[in-house]
């Protein structure tokens, strides 16, 4: 167990419908991302934020992804109209980023989207 | 661009060294890191190399040459339980997104 959170860790959906993720990071870390990962792949990175401010999104980041980070703790990741290539598992993953720090990222356990 | 390379699939006997290499190209550098994954599970930390050079810990070692864009990771002794994906993740410079290979999966046979 890293200390980061995911929920729910599996999620079955219909295509169409919205989807929800919930990450809680380490609670000192003020970096978190996201990432999906699909079979037999790598993590793609899909955003980060650096407290509440998201800093950066991917290019494969379509309209349907949203992420917040309200106050700069947990965050949400946010699929609408799903479909089924985001069939993924999505990882969270947080670090402490400044000088002085290693920068190592701790990843949640994930969550599984299916979609069908 | 960014581009990492590493073997699809490795084997190995119990108890021998494997190395796993890695070659890469980044927007900027700032550090490579190995991860470890098993199956169905998140991925989890095993090293982090900023300088170049050779870092050991315990059974496992990570070795950088950034002036080539390389890195291996060097497991001894191997076990069973090693039987995993190890990922090589470059980190570049500016806003440190890590950059996953698509890793190269070990199997450990007794």
């Known amino acids: 167990d890293t200390g980061v959170s995911q929920d729910p860790r599996h999620k079955i959906t219909k295509r169409g419908q919205n989807v929800t993720f919930r990450c809680d990071p380490i609670?000192?870390?003020?970096?978190l991302y996201w990432y999906r990962q699909t079979l037999g792949q790598g993590p793609e990175f899909l955003t980060y934020f650096q407290n509440e401010a998201q800093l950066e999104k991917s290019r494969l980041l379509s309209d349907r992804f949203s992420a917040e980070r309200p106050k700069g703790s947990f965050s949400t990741l946010e699929i609408q109209r799903t479909e089924q290539g985001d069939s993924a598992m999505y990882l969270c993953a947080s670090s402490s980023w400044g000088q002085g720090n290693s920068n190592e990222q701790y990843f949640g356990p994930g969550t599984r989207l299916t979609v069908t | 661009g960014q581009n990492i390379d590493q073997p699809t699939e490795m084997t190995a006997t119990e108890g021998a060294i494997v190395q796993i290499n890695c070659t890469y190209q980044?927007?900027?550098?700032?550090?490579l890191f190995w991860y470890q994954q098993h199956a169905g599970e998140a991925p989890t930390f095993l090293s982090y190399?900023?300088?170049?050079g050779l870092e050991e810990k315990g059974r496992f070692s990570s070795f950088l040459s950034r002036s080539k864009g390389y890195s291996y990771l060097l497991l001894k002794e191997l076990q069973m339980k090693d039987s995993a994906s190890y990922l090589c993740a470059p980190m570049n410079t500016g806003f440190q997104k890590l950059v996953f290979g698509t890793g190269t999966r070990l199997l450990v046979s007794p």
């Open positions: 190399n900023v300088l170049d």
């Open positions: 980044t927007s900027g550098f700032n550090g």
């Open positions: 609670s000192e870390h003020n970096r």
